[in-house]
Every structure is written in structure tokens, then in C-alpha cells.
């Protein structure tokens, strides 16, 4: 079975310029969340989708970052005029369910993003 | 506000020594708590899950924690590492009104001596 696919591996951008990041999740798991990784501040919850319906964006950057889930296949986190500090893994995950037994999450590999 | 702390960043063992790695968690209510592992360059892969019942719940590759109300903690332990377990570890809490999110530790980083 196929895990969580992110694309791409790896992203290098100029300072100003937008990055899109693609994840698609596991088949028939009805969750997508999205992670960012740095080595200062580590795991940090970015946003997440429950039946393509965004839930919960606490902690997403108010300007500049967005995610959408337009189809149950895919979602794409997009962030426009990159800053050096944007440069991090972001880690797109997906669950059967939530909460409960169901609510274990899958990562992908990640797609690292470098804004030089 | 639900939180993950691991005190160890890094720890260092000798193979085949017994591993313990530490987290506390701060939570209102009852926590549902994990364990993930991240070898090299890799994604985030789940060692073990607790849900309520019993507080020592076992993992994969032979590794088991143990849930403390008491001492809000939810150890990591192994008795006998392999130079395999490499990785950075993961502890995360999930409350059971966040319906699926997870809040990570800071991780701790093993390295294993020959």
C-alpha cells in the first residue's frame, strides 16, 4: 500500500517567490494534516482537514501561507513571497479518523523548502 | 494548554543497553498519547499508542512506555537497544476534544555506541 506522497522532495526558492507543496493521502483516510519542522522550534502544527472541510488553522501564519484540500486525493499548501524563515520540512500526515482508535497519523517524507 | 515536554534532547546509550526515554505531558481531562520515531531523512513512523486501559502498552521492535497519571509521564523504554534505533523520538499528546490533533515534544535525539 502506498503511504502518504508528498511532493516535492525538495523545493529551493528565491526570497519573494511562491512555493506550492503537494500532498496526497492515503486512500480512504478521511484526515490531512499538515506539520512544519524546523530544528529551533521542531514539530509545529500547521492546519488540518477533516472530509476536505478545514478544521482547525490555529497555527497557521496569518499572511502569506494557505492550504486547501480541493478533492479528497490531494491537498496543497501554498506560500506566497518566501521568507528565509519559511525555509523548513513541512510534513503533510493523513488518519482513518479522529480521535479514538482511529486517530493515528501516517506522515509522508516531507518536502523540504529552502528560500535563499 | 495541552502540552509535550522531553527533557533529554540527546541521549547516548551503549548497544545493547536498556533505553529509557523520558516525556511528561500536560493535560486536562483523559490524554490519549503516542510515540513516533524519525530515522534519518525520513517521515515520522508511530512506535506505540496509548489509549485508556492498560498504562503499559507495547510497541514495535520491542519497545513499550508507560502511562502515569499520577506523574503525567509516558516513558519510553527498550531493553536491550540495537544501533538500528538510531533516530530521533517523538511524544505526543492527543486530546480527546481536538479530535485528531497532535501536539509534539521537542524530540529526543538517540545515538547508540558500538
Known amino acids: 500500500n502506498a503511504g502518504v506522497i508528498q511532493t516535492p522532495r525538495h523545493k529551493v526558492t528565491g526570497k519573494g517567490q511562491e512555493a506550492t507543496l503537494w500532498c496526497e493521502p492515503i486512500s480512504g483516510h478521511s484526515a490531512v494534516f499538515w506539520y512544519r519542522q524546523t530544528i529551533v522550534q521542531g514539530l509545529e502544527f500547521l492546519t488540518y482537514?477533516?472530509?476536505?472541510?478545514?478544521?482547525?488553522d490555529s497555527g497557521m501564519p496569518k499572511e502569506r501561507f494557505s492550504a486547501q484540500m480541493p478533492n479528497q486525493s490531494h491537498s496543497t499548501l501554498k506560500i506566497q513571497s518566501t521568507q528565509p524563515q519559511d525555509s523548513a520540512v513541512y510534513l503533510c500526515?493523513?488518519?482513518?479518523?479522529?480521535?479514538?482508535?482511529?486517530?493515528?497519523?501516517?506522515f509522508g517524507e516531507g518536502s523540504k523548502l529552502t528560500v535563499l | 494548554a495541552q502540552s509535550v515536554t522531553q527533557p533529554d534532547a540527546r541521549v547516548t546509550v551503549s548497544e545493547g543497553a536498556s533505553l529509557q526515554l523520558r516525556c511528561k505531558y500536560s493535560y486536562f481531562g483523559t490524554p490519549y498519547l503516542f510515540w513516533y520515531v524519525q530515522y534519518p531523512r525520513q517521515g515520522l513512523q508511530l512506535l506505540l499508542k496509548?489509549?485508556?486501559?492498560?498504562?503499559v502498552v507495547q510497541g514495535v521492535n520491542g519497545f513499550e512506555a508507560e502511562f502515569s497519571k499520577s506523574n503525567s509521564s509516558f516513558h519510553l523504554r527498550k531493553a536491550s537497544v540495537h544501533w538500528s534505533d538510531w533516530a530521533v523520538y517523538f511524544c505526543?499528546?492527543?486530546?480527546?476534544?481536538?479530535?485528531?490533533?497532535?501536539?509534539f515534544g521537542q524530540g529526543t535525539k538517540l545515538s547508540i555506541k558500538p
Open positions: 496509548y489509549y485508556p486501559g492498560d498504562p
Open positions: 505526543a499528546v492527543e486530546g480527546n476534544y481536538n479530535q485528531g490533533k497532535l501536539i
Open positions: 482537514f477533516r472530509n476536505q472541510a478545514p478544521i482547525d
Open positions: 500526515a493523513s488518519s482513518l479518523g479522529w480521535g479514538g482508535n482511529t486517530g493515528q497519523l501516517y
